[in-house]
């Protein structure tokens, strides 16, 4: 009996537990991150998903467009993510504190790891672009992972995650 019960707590907190381990933030916030990403980012939240997949060395950062037909979106995305992939290699990670805040999950260890620490490669998607970031060290894999798990919380509306096997 104890068991069967120890069962039925689990499937419950499998049903009501998000699918991508992250709390959806409040729709205040949801609302801030979108306006202040509005000024950052040139393509529209609305018509493209962010997807996020932890990897065992880093993860990949995908956006795409939801409809394949639109180019403008697709190149404005390549545009975006070509500068950060960039400015990230630099070790500058101010887009994302722009949105997001200086106190995001993440985003500290992100900035003090050295110049080729991690490894930031970016590429161009037929429906958008994304960017694979891989490290061995695992302070920064654990960097990296919370740092998605906090975008997936604040873009819930425009962003999922995808499990990525190596």
Known sequence: MKQLASVS????????????GAEKASEQRLDEV??????????SLEQTTHV??????????????KDPA???QINLIRQHLTKISTE????DFSDPAKIHGDSMAG??????AKQGEISIVYKE???GAEIDYATDSSVLITAIHQWFEAQLTEHARHATHQMHHQ
Do not use: Y
């Open 125 to 127: 998607l037929s429906d």
């Open 34 to 43: 979108a306006e202040r990403g509005s000024h950052v980012m040139p393509f």
């Open 88 to 91: 990230f290699q630099q070790g």
């Open 107 to 112: 985003l500290a260890e992100l900035r003090k």
């Open 70 to 72: 639109n180019t403008e």
């Open 52 to 65: 996020f997949s932890k990897t065992e060395n880093g993860g990949i950062q995908q956006v795409i467009v």
């Open 9 to 20: 707590l689990l499937m419950a907190l499998c049903l009501v537990a998000p699918a991508n």
